[in-house]
C-alpha cells in the first residue's frame, strides 16, 4: 500500500497555498481554466496508450496536456543530438495550420497530427491556440516540466485507490521522484478542495 495524506481544504487560498508548500521544487502543473480543471477520468489510459503506440515515451517532460475520454494533446520537451525541441501532438481536427517561422510538421497520421518546435513560447503558444486550454494543464511556476514515467506512477497510485470518492478534477499537481501531490476542486457546491499525498516512503 502507497503511504496516502488526504487533506480537505474549504478555503481555495489555503488549499493553493499549501499545495505550493508542498511542492516546493517539484516538477508541476496547473490548471489552465481553474473552473473546468483537467478531468482525471480517462488519464492514466490515455497516458497508458499513447505511451503503448510510442506517441509519448516515459523520458519526455510534458509541458503541457488535456487528456479527455475523447481527445489527447500534449506538447512535450524531448532531447534531440544534443538540443531541446519541443512537440505539439493532438488530433489533426485540433490543430490549426503552424506558421512556417514557428514549426515544421513533424508528422501528419490519421488522427494525430505533430510538430516540432525549437523554442518553448511557440510549442505553448500552439497548444493554447489547438486546444484553447480546456481542460488543460500546463506547466509553469516550476524550473522543470514533470517527466511522463513519475506523471504515470503517481497518477497511477493516486487513482486506483478502492474506496477513493470525490473530485477527479485535478487543479495543480506536483510529480518528484520518491513523491507525488494533487490539488483537487470541489466535487460539488459546498463541498471542499481535497489535497491528496502520496510517497515511496
Not at 487528456?67 to 531541446?84: D, I, K, N, P, W
Not at 477513493?164 to 487543479?171: Q, T
Request: proline share 6%; glycine share 10%; with cysteine.
Amino acid at each position: 500500500m502507497t503511504p496516502r495524506v488526504t487533506l480537505p481544504f474549504t478555503n481555495r487560498g489555503e488549499a493553493l497555498g499549501h499545495f505550493f508548500s508542498r511542492a516546493g521544487e517539484a516538477p508541476l502543473f496547473v490548471a489552465y481554466d481553474e473552473e473546468v480543471g483537467c478531468p482525471l477520468e480517462s488519464a492514466l489510459a490515455t497516458l497508458e496508450w499513447t505511451g503503448a503506440v510510442g506517441i509519448l515515451t516515459d523520458d519526455d517532460l510534458i509541458h503541457a496536456a488535456r487528456l479527455s475520454g475523447e481527445t489527447a494533446a500534449a506538447m512535450v520537451e524531448r532531447r534531440r543530438e544534443g538540443r531541446r525541441v519541443f512537440v505539439y501532438m493532438g488530433p489533426r481536427m485540433d490543430a490549426p495550420p503552424a506558421d512556417p517561422y514557428e514549426g515544421s510538421l513533424l508528422y501528419d497520421e490519421p488522427g494525430v497530427r505533430a510538430y516540432e518546435f525549437v523554442q518553448r513560447a511557440h510549442a505553448l503558444a500552439h497548444f493554447i491556440r489547438a486546444t484553447h486550454g480546456v481542460g488543460a494543464v500546463i506547466s509553469m511556476l516550476s524550473k522543470r516540466a514533470p517527466e511522463l514515467r513519475h506523471v504515470k506512477r503517481w497518477l497511477g497510485a493516486l487513482l486506483q485507490e478502492p474506496d477513493r470518492a470525490g473530485s477527479n478534477n485535478l487543479l495543480s499537481g506536483w510529480f518528484a521522484t520518491s513523491a507525488a501531490g494533487v490539488l483537487l476542486s470541489p466535487a460539488g457546491k459546498g463541498e471542499p478542495y481535497v489535497y491528496e499525498e502520496v510517497s515511496s516512503e
